[in-house]
DNA sequence: CATTTATATAATAATATAGTTATATAACAG
DNA sequence: CTGTTATATAACTATATTATTATATAAATG
């Protein structure tokens, strides 16, 4: 059962979806990833700890580097939660289209 | 440009993804929305709030009433996002796909 | 008009979040 | 072994979030 508080709340945070989106690309060091920000990387180390916890990044050990990348599963959970509502959109959309079309008929 | 921020805020809180589990389901006053949680109608009406704020709810006047219902285009724009991930997991994926193809041929 | 119903807002308290600096740890380089 | 590099953790501060109770407002009802 995955966690979509965590999840959403992780991908509440604009500094959080530029981690992803630079993982997007590939691979990286918590050091390449502090580059890009005017943050410190006890900041960016606990916004990785926060990524990692809402299962939507690994970490790799290598040597003293800890290569993140992001994991397969999460975005598939979070999906399937907002399919939920997509279908309840569509149904309501369906049901307009289905009201215009009465209106056409009754003319 | 869509507030991503207070979307995927929003949606961080079981009892706001709740309300829209419900409102999949149809239109509701607030104190519809009430009635099911442990929670004050004060608490409701900030959680709506949130959700109107963040896009994913839109409110009607009827008498002393406010039902709520889906909004249409928030989910779709936290899809679009959302794409970028899948994009970039299938990627690995298929370069996975291609390692493992790889693999097989060298035998 | 007085009362009730539906909702919103304000004041407040408890907790969570996000950042900082300082420090710890563990691998690596010489 | 010593110094450096990569990362994590702790202590602390500022701000945001979520809930509560009390109260305001506006429509509906008798």
Same mark, same amino acid.
């Given at each position: 059962?995955? &966690?979509?508080?965590?999840?959403?709340? %992780?991908? %509440?945070?604009? *500094?959080?979806?530029?981690?992803?989106?630079?993982?997007?690309?590939? !691979?990286?060091?918590?050091? !390449?990833?502090?580059?890009?920000? !005017?943050l *410190?990387?006890?900041a960016?180390?606990?916004?990785?700890? #926060? =990524?990692?916890?809402?299962? =939507?990044?690994?970490?790799? #050990?290598e040597?003293?580097?800890?290569?993140?990348?992001?994991?397969?599963?999460?975005v598939? !959970?979070?999906?399937?939660? =907002?399919?939920?509502?997509?279908?309840?959109? &569509?149904? &309501?959309?369906d049901?307009?289209?289905? #009201? =215009?079309?009465?209106?056409?008929?009754?003319?």
């Amino acid at each position: 059962m995955p &966690n979509l508080d965590a999840a959403f709340s %992780a991908l %509440a945070c604009p *500094t959080r979806r530029a981690i992803l989106a630079r993982l997007a690309l590939g !691979e990286a060091t918590v050091m !390449e990833l502090v580059e890009p920000f !005017e943050l *410190t990387q006890p900041a960016i180390s606990r916004h990785l700890k #926060v =990524l990692e916890s809402a299962g =939507l990044i690994i970490r790799r #050990v290598e040597g003293t580097k800890r290569p993140c990348r992001l994991a397969p599963t999460a975005v598939a !959970e979070i999906d399937q939660w =907002l399919s939920m509502l997509r279908q309840a959109l &569509n149904a &309501n959309y369906d049901r307009l289209d289905q #009201v =215009l079309a009465d209106m056409k008929t009754e003319k």
